[in-house]
């Protein structure tokens, strides 16, 4: 299903960049559209006359070697502004007859200085008096391309903003998607606004309507099944499908007992009640415990429940009869993440709860009203279907649940004290307002025993561990500095209340080296 086909946008064309779904965030951020495509679908891409402008990514590649990635020249020959950002800078570089040079000595990492050379509409306003860019480059331009002039320089790179203001194209050396360049915004306002002249009218809440009339045009009298985990995504398409089709979507909630506390008997209340969707409840966390019983090894227990919930969902959704689409939360991350920039077809599914490799099975088309969006936007989409700002702003949380959150075997009574203790920990990030300045934050068992002394008594109980990251999507993370009132506070609220746990631990690690999850 192809959505809003009609709109203006900007194309960022991946080179393989860690970085490149910032770009397209800070363009959308901007209110403009922005999509991410390889060089390779920039060959034969449909739309160019809907772009507007044109950025080229960083990347792994070196166009100091005899191959290196490229797209066609007819791309430039179109007149489209381009702005090309590190290894986009050196490839319009290479193309437009520069020189660079690939020097360990001149490589520059991290936050640089920068110095203005002269004036460019692409840096109005950007330059102050200690302007601080993010780089991560080895390779560098040394002789300008030819009708190129230089607008700003490092105490490395005498080439570090370089422009063809006639011909419209830019580049820059550094990361102006990165936050860790100040003012970088600003790079992106002066293409977008002064250079392609696009207009910001783009908005996540106005493409409701679009989103919704498409899904109404694809599934037309027929019925939809999804499965409703109560995360934000799930939840989104849920509201989406229904606004389109009402009655003919059937959502299916499995609960695997291995929620929060509480959340799943909420979730389900509040679409079957407030948001009127057809619910359908399984309760099967007996199942889901007794194929967990005994098994430690984190792989092991992911693949229990992905298949047991996919047996499951397949087993109640074969009682309902003429099911011709899936719907399911897939995110724009999850789309860029399965394509190469190289444009291999290396497709990845996603973890289980996106029911990854049911429509194969069960031969149901998919509908993914979300794969356009970033989660942010998700959120905003949420709130705009009337979802509650505790669902529609709530953390992430894994598919497989609170079981990797139980380190080592799990059991009914680890799973309750678990509960118990993320409930309070989470409970005190929002009595705290503290909840909405974390991207993810949850209590985790660890399956150590400790020695402690409560009242007169010795204790020997399991230790608890939080994990509090700031993130922008997940990808990488630091931990969250709390105030050290807040650690005293919350550790003394768990031990005091939560019969089971006698010690209580904090995380500071980031990811990487860590992960977000310990499993
Ligand atoms: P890691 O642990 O890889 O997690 O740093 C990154 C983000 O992904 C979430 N996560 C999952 N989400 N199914 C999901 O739907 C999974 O199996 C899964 N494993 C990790 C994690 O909570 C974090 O937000």
Redesign the pocket.
């Given at each position: 299903m192809q959505f809003q086909k009609e709109k203006e946008k900007i194309l960022i064309i991946d080179f393989g960049s860690q970085v490149t779904k910032l770009i397209a965030r800070r363009i959308r951020d901007l209110k403009v559209y922005a999509e991410i495509i390889t060089p390779l679908e920039a060959k034969n891409y449909h739309s160019y006359n809907l772009v507007k402008g044109i950025i080229l990514s960083g990347g792994p590649s070196t166009v100091t070697k005899n191959k290196f990635q490229s797209i066609p020249k007819q791309i430039f020959k179109r007149k489209i502004p381009i702005l090309g950002i590190c290894y986009g800078l050196q490839l319009i570089s290479k193309l437009y007859g520069g020189k660079i040079k690939s020097s360990k000595k001149k490589r520059e990492f991290g936050k640089t200085l920068i110095f203005k050379k002269k004036n460019s509409l692409l840096t109005k306003n950007f330059f102050n008096s200690n302007q601080v860019v993010w780089m991560s480059h080895e390779d560098a331009v040394v002789k300008l391309p030819k009708n190129f002039t230089s607008i700003a320089y490092t105490k490395s790179s005498n080439l570090t903003i370089i422009e063809n203001s006639k011909a419209k194209i830019y580049g820059v050396q550094f990361h102006p998607e990165v936050t860790h360049t100040n003012n970088g915004n600003q790079i992106f306002k002066n293409f977008l606004f002064l250079i392609c002249k696009i207009k910001d009218k783009w908005n996540i809440a106005s493409q409701k309507t679009k989103i919704i009339q498409e899904i109404k045009k694809t599934v037309k009298k027929d019925k939809v099944i999804c499965a409703l985990s109560g995360g934000v995504d799930s939840s989104v398409v849920a509201l989406l499908v229904n606004k389109a089709i009402k009655k003919k979507l059937i959502c299916i909630m499995v609960d695997t007992g291995l929620m929060r506390k509480n959340e799943f008997k909420y979730t389900y209340k509040l679409f079957k009640h407030t948001h009127k969707l057809n619910v359908k409840l399984i309760n099967a966390s007996n199942i889901f415990l007794k194929k967990l019983k005994n098994i430690s090894n984190p792989e092991k227990k992911?693949k229990i429940i992905g298949n047991l919930f996919i047996k499951i969902f397949e087993k109640e959704s074969k009682k309902i009869k003429n099911i011709k689409y899936l719907a399911q939360g897939t995110l724009y991350p999850d789309i860029i993440e399965s394509r190469s920039s190289t444009g291999s077809k290396t497709s990845k599914i996603?973890?289980?709860?996106n029911v990854g490799g049911l429509p194969k099975k069960m031969n149901l088309k998919l509908i993914e009203p979300l794969k356009e969006l970033f989660k942010d936007e998700v959120r905003v989409l949420g709130s705009s279907l009337g979802l509650f700002k505790n669902i529609s702003g709530r953390h992430?949380?894994?598919?497989?649940g609170l079981a990797?959150r139980i380190i080592g075997n799990i059991t009914l009574e680890k799973i309750k004290i678990l509960q118990e203790a993320d409930q309070i920990f989470i409970q005190e990030l929002n009595n705290h307002n503290l909840y909405n300045k974390i991207w993810?934050a949850y209590a985790a068992l660890l399956p150590i025993k400790t020695v402690g002394v409560m009242g007169d008594s010795r204790t020997y109980e399991y230790t608890c561990l939080l994990r509090a990251v700031t993130s922008e999507d997940?990808m990488t993370?630091d931990y969250f500095n709390f105030p050290k009132d807040f650690l005293d506070k919350i550790s003394n609220k768990i031990i005091n209340n939560v019969k089971g746990i006698n010690r209580v631990v904090y995380d500071i690690s980031s990811?990487p080296p860590s992960?977000?999850?310990l499993e």
């Open positions: 992911r996603k973890s289980h709860h992430p949380f894994p598919g497989p990797i993810q997940g993370a990811k992960t977000i999850e």
